[in-house]
């Protein structure tokens, strides 16, 4: 019923930046927490940063000062803007969210945790 598509991961050097988005569609009432997740090779899938309904945010050590996640709740899209990138931040990176559908009846609610595709981030030294 909902889906989550990302995009804007590419091939970067060092130093550089990229903006990731990540839309959510269907039939939506409302999405509660949304995040961004990682993936590197061999490695276990890890937290990047968060945010909540009203705005407030949680990032890992790892990005602090470098990466912004920020929403736009009236396109159900939240971002990841990426600055002075790392080689080791070169992973799949996943939007995360939380959200409340429906199904035949707009009253009838329920809710779920959904995944992305996840799209490719990679830092060249």
């Known amino acids: 019923q909902v889906q989550l598509v990302e995009s804007g991961g590419d091939l970067v050097q060092a130093g550089g930046s990229l903006r990731l988005s990540c839309a959510a569609s269907?039939?939506?009432?409302?999405?509660?927490?949304m995040g961004w997740y990682r993936q590197a090779p061999g490695k276990q899938r890890e937290v990047v940063a968060t945010?909540?309904?009203?705005?407030?945010?949680n990032y890992a050590d790892s990005v602090k000062g470098r990466f912004t996640i920020s929403r736009d709740n009236t396109k159900n899209t939240v971002y990841l803007q990426m600055n002075s990138l790392k080689p080791e931040d070169t992973a799949v990176y996943y939007c995360?969210?939380?959200?409340?559908?429906?199904?035949?009846?707009?009253?009838?609610?329920?809710?779920?945790?959904?995944w992305g595709q996840g799209t490719q981030v990679t830092v060249s030294s």
């Open positions: 995360n969210a939380d959200v409340q559908y429906y199904t035949d009846s707009y009253y009838r609610r329920y809710r779920k945790d959904y």
């Open positions: 269907g039939k939506i009432f409302s999405i509660n927490g």
């Open positions: 945010t909540t309904s009203s705005a407030s945010t």
